[in-house]
């Protein structure tokens, strides 16, 4: 079956604009996660839905990020007045969820986002 | 606050020699353990996982790991490397040790196999 998906693969863009970046997570996972991975580094958490809500957001650096999920599927990160630090790989995972045994999470191929 | 500790950022081995990439971890609560790998230019890719049970974990391309909660360790080991195993790989927890949550990586470890 299609596993998670993100687009754009890569996107460039001029410092102070804004972009969104989409993630299409595996059908019928409740669970969607977003990281970024900085070079060099592991991926460090943004947030995470269950459903439409957002269940954590203690992740976000700051107010210029915001991510939503409207109807619990695909979910779109937004970054406003870009800075050049925000450049990184942006993951995003998908998993089944519910109480006990946790469930493996499956993420995307990323998107490569570079604000010069 | 949990964290992940990768005590190796590369780890340089010929084919077919054994290998071993450490992994400590900080946790006052039961942890759910995890070591993924990301290819070049791939995303991450689950290779195995402690949830309870037995301490020896197996899981894909012949790879292992070895839960000691005395030491809070969770080391990954293969007998025999091969060329198609150079890639970074990153251990990981579940934060707040519940089952439920986003994954506190560390930094990775590139583990490079050479001919």
């Known amino acids: 079956g299609a596993g998670v998906s993100q687009t754009p693969s890569n996107k460039v863009t001029e410092k102070g604009k804004y972009v969104e970046l989409r993630c299409d997570p595996i059908?019928?996972?409740?669970?969607l996660y977003w990281y970024r991975q900085s070079l060099g580094q592991g991926p460090e958490f943004l947030i995470y839905?269950?459903?439409?809500?957002?269940?954590?957001d203690s992740g976000l650096p700051n107010d210029r990020f915001f991510a939503v999920r409207p109807e619990g599927s695909v979910s779109t990160l937004k970054i406003q007045r870009t800075e050049r630090g925000d450049s990184a790989v942006y993951l995003c995972?998908?998993?089944?969820?519910?109480?006990?045994?946790?469930?493996?999470?499956?993420f995307g191929p990323g998107t490569r986002l570079t604000v010069t | 606050a949990q964290s992940v500790t990768q005590l190796d950022s590369q780890v340089p081995v010929f084919e077919e020699a054994p290998v071993e990439l450490r992994c400590n971890y900080s946790?006052?609560?039961?942890?759910?353990l995890f070591w993924y790998v990301q290819y070049p230019n791939q995303g991450l890719q689950l290779l195995l996982k402690?949830?309870?049970?037995?301490?020896l974990v197996k899981g894909i391309n012949g790879f292992e790991a070895e839960f000691n909660k005395s030491q809070t360790s969770f080391h990954l080991r293969k007998p025999s490397v091969h060329i198609s195993d150079t890639a970074e790989y990153f251990c990981?927890?579940?934060?707040?040790?519940?089952?439920?949550?986003?994954?506190?990586f560390g930094k990775g470890t590139k583990l490079s196999v050479k001919p």
């Open positions: 995972a998908s998993s089944p969820s519910g109480a006990g045994t946790p469930y493996e999470q499956y």
């Open positions: 059908s019928g996972h409740t669970a």
């Open positions: 839905f269950q459903g439409t809500g957002a269940a954590d």
């Open positions: 946790s006052s609560v039961s942890v759910y």
């Open positions: 402690y949830l309870s049970g037995s301490t």
């Open positions: 990981a927890v579940i934060a707040g040790g519940g089952s439920q949550g986003n994954l506190i």
